[in-house]
């Protein structure tokens, strides 16, 4: 009886008693917007408690902090982590479960409001296994996101194990030599590695493998080496294995374990390894497999009697022979997209305010004090305009006061219902001898340059009585010059606009200025969306910065994703980018607070969007709201909470390209000054909606597709969940026209990945667009070492244009005057170009990208290479795994030839720091001038770049290049990235 009630207890104790301690080491590494991170959680438990310290380090920069409020309740597991970042404490919180084998911890981490990811911590092994898991068959089909049954009704897991790699789908396949095709209808490619824990012991490794990519076509197009368990096989080349495409094949491999798991290495020879199933067969006491498909064949290869046990990592040794690269110009292999290269941009690092957009004062409707709570997507009413509140006496940032003025936010005398709040100026104490008033310096200074006019306009109005003038001026911050000023009068107890020009005559262009409005008379003035603007690029009334244009003219970039980025989704329903209100007299725009911190006037609106285009000759490539905010903003789910934005976003579209006489928004639009609709041809269904967790985005994607797709056919739809992304989220009831892919990575990443897209499948996926992608090494703007990784990535964009459609890096653009602190210019580093309030530079990437997007063919060329030296690169474990070294290539390369003149455009990135030489040999074309030219961007260390005050230190130079025929050798010089134009027939 007593045993029994005991019993009974120990059944119904609460989970925390009977869960697994999770005292121990614990790993984890995972991407973030800061970089890559790499965790190790030392963890004690007692009881349900939990105390501990984590140990970051993100670049060189390492952390260490206690755990605090550190909880076990059965398999969940929570603490906090406070770290101090930039003067901020930031609250890290840690949620997570428990895996069945005690051995992960799958975690939700967010930082702040800020950001929430899934990250894996994984427990440290000190030596066998401790608790391994009961010896049984595994079954692991490589490439797959759910699992598959074979053909004796086998489960096969979800694609797991490995380290590093793709995963590619191909479900339509023939697959001959087996009874279970579905095993061989997807692979993992490209990986290094693939290690599971298994108790110590005798097993049998089954590999699985099939060719499917129809860019093999022959033998010896695809021969790696893997290593399983200190078995090295060398060279294996799937099709010869398996007497050709199509056709399964399997290694059966008998190992023995001793140290808690299985370990299966890959190397590349020629194109990346492949696999498509693992099978981990136990023998004596485990399952019987019944697995292996009675019709595959299969060959036992025994090891070679020296085979090494351990495995090595292969160290490469320079290569003897000369690098060849064949291009093959009699044949075509694709069309260069002509819209391959674009640009990216939103609201960050002062991409506008403060860098393109021309206005020159901060803060000029005094709002960047509002409050302006997220609000809830449940309660909160699309299209319905929500006034902002302010704090009671606040004086508004960016502004001071001179001659003994004061002055405060003033909500009670608003401009209209959206600018409503004002900046009350008292100058009681104004005299001739004391003009008393406001100053503003700019967005971190004001350029004043010689002989320029600049347009001044404010709205005011002044309390009874006030008779005086007003006097505007440019002058230096220290007061000693005054550059050019001018009077006004006229102001009275109503609201009116004011304009005048300010001319500067002669003088040094500076930056360390401000702008004054004061006055002489004593009294109360009321000011609102206070404006200066410099001339601007073609003289747009409300335009652009003109040396920045004209650096991204330069470019001749063919489309602008816009407006975002994060900055299309915001923190809120409430703060994403709202474009009905960024469009009509900007008086009338509230504006609003982006995500990267700081608030919008929204001068920069839709319409300014897309006359930037219109003046670069791009097409707009529209992002549209698609119901998800950042963070805690929420989502909405398909269905009839979601059509107020669909149909925001149809009328969004018909804004942009709308007729003005036979639809309401394109009157509208040319009652806003444009009465021509623009060219457009691609809509992106939100912005990295894989962030959202919900799993709601197939549902929206879907209902905006249709919705777009019946009011206009001629669009594309673009998913913003692409292929790089876990394949679980991935849009599934339709078919985008372009999935977006996005890319951060350091340059031997970019290396690594520069084969990707040889690999995707040609026939039935859709294409490619890669919206955001950038070699983030270098700080605020990249060095040659990025541009080298940027330069290794674009050939393989542009050997694969034919479903690489579109591309654009990102971000665009910062501004560099103040990196560091509160109030920050920067908020992401590595940006294509950098300025101030005076000069602007393009960085190393810059360059390279202007290098690719002006000199390309229209045709892809095939080519080919031999001897291509390598180096090794220790990769960093993903998701806990540990470091792997693995061989990478150094020199990358394509070729396109424009059809029409039959020149070829041949890429040549050398990212080693020595001069290669390479053998160039062209075949099919009839002849090749010896007279050609080159340009060459290249710098000596790899940490060289440019900067506001180097702008020109990495810069291509142009040269002519003789001696030129269809066989010739040529020196790269080191850290370099060439275009050869051949001239050929
Ligand atoms: O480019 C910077 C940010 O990176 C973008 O806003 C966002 O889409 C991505 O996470």
Redesign the pocket.
Known sequence: MKSSVLLLTLATLPLAVLAADVTGTWKSEFDS?IGHQKYTFTIKQDGAKLTGQANSEVGDRKREAELKQGKVDGDTISFVEMVTFQDNEIRISYTGKLSADSNEIKFTREVGDFAKTEIVARREQTGPAESPTAAKIIRIKAGKSEPVKDAEGNVWLADRGFEGGQTIERPDIQIANTRSPDLYRAERYSMESFSWPVPNGKYVVKLHFAETFEGITGPGQRVFSFNVQGREFKDFDVWVKAGGPLRAYIETVPVKVTDGKIKVTFTPNIENPQICAIEIVPQGGGETSTTTPATTSTSTTPPPATAPMTTTATVSTAPAATAVLHINAGKVVGKVSPMLYGL?T?E?NFAYEGGLYGELIRNRSFKADAIVPPAIPETYVAGKYLPVTFRPDTTPKFWSVVGGASMVLDTSVPLNEFLNVSLKLDASSASAACPAGVVNEGFWGIPVRPSTTYRVSFFAKAANGFTGEVTVSLESRDGKSTFASAKISGLNAEWKKFEAKLKTKSLSPSKDNVFKLTTTAPGTLWLQNVSLFPPTYRNRQNGNRADLMELLAAMKPKFLRFP????LEGNGFNQRFNWKETVGPVEQRPGHPSPWGYWSTDGFGLLEFAEWCEDLDMEPLLGVFAGYCLGRGGVLPAGPQLEPYVQEALEEIEYLIGDLSKTKWGAQRAKDGHPKPFKMQYVEVG??DWFDRSGSYDGRFAQFYDAIKKKFPQLKVISSWGYEQPANGSVKNRTPDLVDE?F?RNMEEMMAQAFRYDSYGRTNGPNIFCG?WATRVGSPTPNISGALGDGAWMTCMERNSDIVLLSCY??LLVNVSQLTGNGRSMQ?SSDLIGYDALRCYGSPSYYAQKMFSTMHGNEILATDSQNIPTRGWERRGRSGAPASTQQIRQIFFDATRDGKSGIIYLKVVNTAGTAQRVSVEISGAKSISSRGEAVVLAANKLDDTNSITEPNKVVPQAEKVDGLSAHFTREFPPYSISVLKLKSK
């Not at 975002?564 to 900055?567: E, F």
């Open positions: 917007q990216m939103e960050i975002g980025g994060n900055y912005n990295e996005h951060y955001e990102a971000p992401w």
